[in-house]
């Protein structure tokens, strides 16, 4: 286990595997939220506190994991720049991330499908993030059950369909427990002739009371021959929920590209600030490795969109 205090409120910690089996925790209860890893991480702060001199006593703290394709894990401990008046218990939030260099690594490995649904079982909430533009056809509709009561799921999605491509994509969530929640936030972006097609599915079943689901869908076209589609299937099977749909189709405005031009910036320029602006939303939100991927495929894109 190695420390290092990269300032005053923010120290890095580097682990292997060796550091894991010291304290009985195996790869897969680290990269969830077990009591086991909480204890850990409780044991971590300690340490750097009475070795380190970082204290975290009445501070809010985050807690980034990123797991290495060495075997290694990267801690990065920030705290907030005032105390809080809880000193009753440490609160910190811990995010985890998957190795940057590949996106084919696998944070977590089930011998049978059956220990996947174990697994996915003992979840509060689970975060599916997707981007699509590779394919000329694609269909792809992520799926989460609902289960448990106070599980929560939040779905981040967005789509590039360029000349000749039909990205047919969208989200499924069903809703089985008391005081569940989902939040869906999907983007579509076609060009040259390109379609984008959005298709979900929400149901909210009887037993499900005092649920709340919130959906965003959102398309941009950049061209007159352009399509976007959104058809949302919407079940409802009481009346004790929270249910909000938001749907907006529509082209860049020649009255914001004036506005911009106005400002100094080219017509190229201004259409590319409005993409950007478009897609922020949900690059924000993505893991730092794939917003940089996807800001990446922006600028691609607006290469062929513009140019």
């Known amino acids: 286990m190695k420390f290092e205090k990269v300032n005053d409120n923010k120290i890095k910690i580097t682990l292997n595997m060796d550091d894991l089996k010291a304290n009985d925790i195996d790869f897969h209860s680290f990269m969830s939220n077990s009591g086991e890893t909480e204890s850990f991480f409780l044991a971590v702060l ?93 269909m792809l509709y992520p799926m989460s059950i609902l289960n448990g009561e106070n599980a929560k799921t939040e779905y981040t999605g ?6 000749g491509q039909d990205l047919d994509t969208g989200f499924k969530v069903i809703h089985n427990a008391p005081n569940t929640s989902s939040v869906v936030n999907s983007k579509s972006i076609s060009k040259d002739g390109g379609a984008c097609t959005y298709r979900a599915l929400v149901r909210i079943n009887e037993n499900a009371k005092n649920s709340k689901c919130s959906v965003s869908c959102e398309s941009l076209m950049l061209d007159d021959i352009s399509r976007s589609d959104t058809i949302p299937v919407n079940d409802i099977r009481t009346d004790e929920v929270e249910f909000s749909h938001e749907a907006k189709i529509g082209k860049i405005s020649d009255k914001a590209i004036f506005y911009l031009m106005s400002r100094g910036l080219s017509e190229e320029d201004a259409k590319a600030m409005i993409v950007r602006g478009f897609a922020y939303p949900i690059s924000k939100e993505l893991p730092v490795e794939y917003a940089v991927e996807m800001n990446n495929l922006i600028n691609l894109e607006l290469e062929g969109a513009i140019g």
């Not at 967005?158 to 000349?163: K, L, R, W, Y």
């Open 46 to 138: 300690d340490k750097a506190e009475r070795d380190y001199g970082f204290s975290t006593d009445n501070y809010n703290l985050k807690v980034e994991t990123i797991a290495l394709d060495s075997g290694s894990f990267i801690l990065t401990i920030t705290r907030s720049l005032d105390k809080v008046h809880s000193p009753a218990k440490k609160r910190f939030k811990v995010s985890r991330k998957s190795p940057s260099s590949s996106f084919h690594s696998l944070i977590y490995q089930f011998a049978n499908f059956e220990d996947f649904c174990q697994f996915a079982e003992s979840l509060s909430s689970m975060n599916l993030y997707d981007v699509d533009k590779i394919s000329k056809v694609s």
């Open 158 to 163: 967005i789509t590039f369909a360029g000349g």
